[in-house]
């Protein structure tokens, strides 16, 4: 049986939900003793160890493009011992949780079997964490792709722009249609201004979607990101630390 429970953050761009992933991690660590997290980002960007206030040398990405040059000079090569064993080394070790960087999307050629290694082995490694928490990439493909399967909660973030609603809708929509093993679905308004947070939700709900969650506008995360501040800085009655606690509080 899987130790760890699988929580992903998705969304539209910009919906802030790589501040949600990161402020989640720091909300658990703060409410259990001798927890472990495997923090994962699975954005070609990579912002999840910026606001995390840690660096990083190697992504995933990188691997998988090295091995796939190994592969085509020695066909006898073990990819997934390979994998297993660069995976690990380039696994950047905080206090309570671990950081894994998905790095940059597929190039031309075939990457399906190493993708496919690469879904196992990540499925092995969560086994032995607590949580793991995913901040997958913006928008649809992390689903339409399957690269995100077996997970206990999803959390699809959302603002107060129509194209956010929309994203939200479709990644309701593939994932029914593409049977992706996800447990629970939990919608959350992210960046929602004082007084707006009942048309946000009345909006929602006539597009079809349940807003279980509110979490206000917080004019210290833009300031932080300005400063180049990490996220767990933040004051713990700041309204996005509060907000992200509710939403804890509900899922783990």
Excluded: W
Excluded at 57 to 79: A, N, P, S, Y
Excluded at 206 to 214: D, V
């Amino acid at each position: 049986m899987r130790k760890s429970k699988v929580i992903a953050v998705a969304g539209k761009g910009g919906t802030g939900k790589t501040a949600i992933a990161a402020l989640l991690i720091h909300e658990i660590i703060r409410q259990e003793e001798d927890v472990c997290i495997l923090a994962v980002d699975a954005d070609a960007d990579s912002n999840l160890p910026e606001v995390l206030g840690i660096s990083y040398d190697k992504t995933v990405g990188d691997i998988r493009e090295t091995l796939l040059e190994d592969k085509q000079r020695d066909v006898t090569l073990d990819i997934r011992a390979q994998f297993e064993g660069r995976i690990a080394e380039i696994i950047e070790e905080e206090d309570f949780y671990d950081l894994l960087v998905m790095g940059r999307p597929e190039g031309p050629g075939c990457y399906c079997p190493v993708n496919h290694i690469m879904r196992m082995i990540l499925d092995t490694l969560t086994e032995n964490y607590d949580y793991t928490i995913i901040d997958c990439e913006a928008g649809l493909e992390h689903l339409s792709r399957r690269t995100t399967k077996d997970v206990d909660v999803m959390l699809v973030v959302l603002d107060t722009t129509q194209k956010s609603i929309r994203t939200a809708l479709r990644l309701q929509q593939i994932a029914e249609e593409i049977d992706v093993d996800v447990k629970r679905m939990m919608f959350i308004a992210n960046k929602i201004p004082e007084g707006d947070e009942t048309s946000v939700i009345a909006e929602a709900k006539r597009q079809g979607i349940g807003i279980e969650a509110i979490i206000p506008f917080d004019p210290l995360i833009p300031d932080y990101d300005l400063k180049g501040n990490p996220i767990s800085d933040l004051p713990h009655d700041s309204p996005s630390v509060v907000g992200v606690k509710a939403v804890v509080a509900r899922i783990v």
